[in-house]
């Protein structure tokens, strides 16, 4: 078994659409970012590269030039999947907060976990997303930002 964490944080801003494990949400704000900006997303691809011992999410979609510009975190998510499996490992099950003033998401939490369940091939009931308000502290409590933390499980996969 191996444990990874991921942590991932973008401003909100007008004119973008606010993306979270994979679901639109309405909010008159979305993240900004060289991606959809999908804090879920991104906290869980780094959870699971580092539980694979793979490097981080930058290191597999670099920020700059054009080649992930406006990319569905999604697509990133798929290809981190596969990598981990390539390299012998299981998701066992993946356990998220998102930290954000607002919109409230906790609505919206089983769509994500169902989207990111089907991507990565695994059980609705081996995801888990909570949300945290930082009570209006800080530039996430003033709706300036948005973050997430994730920690994923893996296991080796049986030997056939």
């Known amino acids: 078994m191996r444990v990874g964490i991921g942590y991932d944080i973008h401003p909100l801003v007008p004119g973008r659409k606010l993306i979270l494990g994979g679901v639109e949400i309405e909010h008159q704000k ?6 959809d900006a999908d804090v879920l ?13 793979l490097g981080d999410i930058g290191l597999h979609f ?6 992930f510009k406006d990319e569905p ?7 981190v999947v596969a990598l981990i499996r390539r390299n012998g490992k299981e998701i066992e099950n993946i356990d998220s907060v998102v930290i954000a003033q607002e919109p409230r998401l906790s609505p919206s939490f089983a769509r994500m976990s169902e989207t990111i ?10 995801i888990n997303i909570k949300g945290k308000s930082p009570e209006g502290i800080g530039a996430i409590g003033r709706g ?12 080796d996969q049986p030997k056939k």
């Open 41 to 53: 997303i991104h906290s869980i691809c780094d959870a699971l590269l580092g539980a694979a011992a």
């Open 73 to 79: 975190s999604t697509n990133f998510l798929r290809t």
């Open 30 to 35: 979305g993240l900004q970012g060289h991606s």
């Open 62 to 67: 670099p920020s700059g030039g054009d080649a």
């Open 117 to 126: 369940a089907a991507i990565a091939g695994i059980h609705p009931g081996k």
């Open 144 to 155: 300036e930002a948005i973050a997430a933390y994730s920690v994923a499980l893996l296991s």
